[in-house]
């Protein structure tokens, strides 16, 4: 069983910053990608941002510039420094997880969320 967890939500103003931190354990083989989606109310849920295990990275053209996101192998953790946000930032992030379990099973596990709310 995998467990995702992520931590570093929560209100800020516009303009400003927040990192998203996302850890994964449990029976885990290998990760071949970490990413983090956000839905926002009445939308579907989108990609951020996206990390390889070779580091390779993916941003959604609306985050290209503002966003950053970095992973520790060794530690199964993501993270995601967000600079400069705006209001329609605000919405739930999820971490998903995608590699092999122990028993070599495909992983595609996510997170619960947390919220980010910026003001304008």
């Known amino acids: 069983q995998v467990q995702v967890v992520e931590s570093g939500g929560g209100l800020v103003q516009a303009g400003g910053s927040l990192r998203l931190s996302c850890t994964a354990s449990?029976?885990?083989?290998?990760?071949?990608?970490m990413g983090w989606y956000r839905q926002a109310p009445g939308k579907q849920r989108e990609l951020v941002a996206l990390i390889t295990s070779t580091r390779s990275t993916n941003y959604a053209d609306s985050v290209k510039g503002r966003f950053t996101i970095s992973r520790d192998n060794a530690k199964n953790t993501v993270h995601l420094q967000m600079n400069s946000l705006k209001p329609e930032d605000t919405a739930v992030y999820y971490c998903?997880?995608?590699?092999?379990?122990?028993?070599?099973?495909?992983?595609?596990?996510w997170g619960k969320g947390t919220l980010v709310t910026v003001s304008s």
């Open positions: 449990g029976s885990i083989r290998s990760i071949n990608s």
């Open positions: 998903n997880v995608r590699g092999e379990t122990m028993y070599n099973y495909g992983m595609n596990d």
